[in-house]
């Protein structure tokens, strides 16, 4: 196993469609699926979550997302933590709408922007490989 | 979009080999993934987050796994929200621990118990596909 770097971790973050929000509901942690794009350095994501996600909005939530293969054992996974806030200039807004298309149906108008104030990221190698960082 | 019963949640479950364990660390949401088995109707897995995670034994955790494939938009997610507590007794630690094995180097000598208290899972279906329950 070895740590990613703070932009390889974003990079691999970006890479995928989907990832998984976790935040507190009823002071029980809470996590949900949903499709993000990371852009300027924060991931944004559109839910449909309404209320439960929308009380944390302004707390911290953290984000995960990974890419592990079952078969060989081998993938990555990066979390990042940080204060989720909603997108609400109109322009951000229509941006992001067209970049997150939603999975489900049922009314997303929710966008939310969470920035990280920790990146932590992983790569899981095969034990014997010499990795050079 | 179409809601699990618990048992197909959990039998789905059983059918992937790892997750994502969600807990509080610090007062903030912290998520780590981790292989496990389905047994008895509870999630088993086996940590190297010691203190971290031992921390939450004793109190509510959630765990979720999903198979969603990002190109064809289906799959499905299960979420369980219960009790962390350590597997302690001496045949049980033993029969988990073969049936779990690490998947990264390191001392993973925790055995964490989750008996879920709530299980909510979902599959995404196409659309216009008619779901007969």
């Known amino acids: ?8 971790a974003l990079h691999r973050l ?15 942690p809470a ?6 794009v990371v852009d300027g350095g924060a991931v944004i994501i559109r839910t449909h979550l309404g209320a439960a996600l929308l009380r944390s909005v302004g707390v911290v939530v953290a984000y995960e997302a990974d890419a592990i293969d079952a078969d ?21 807004v229509h941006r992001y709408e067209e ?17 990280p104030r920790m990146i932590n990221g992983f790569e899981l190698v095969e034990a014997r490989e010499v990795v050079v960082t």
């Open 99 to 115: 970049m997150l298309q939603p999975w489900v149906d049922g009314a997303m108008n929710q966008l939310i922007r969470i920035r």
């Open 14 to 28: 970006g890479s995928v469609p989907f990832g998984r929000v976790v935040f507190s509901q009823n002071a029980m």
């Open 31 to 36: 996590i949900r699926p949903v499709n993000h």
């Open 72 to 92: 060989s054992r081998l993938g990555w996974s990066v979390i990042i933590t940080g204060y989720a806030r909603r997108v609400q200039e109109a322009g951000e």
């Open 1 to 8: 196993m070895r740590e990613l770097t703070n932009d390889e």
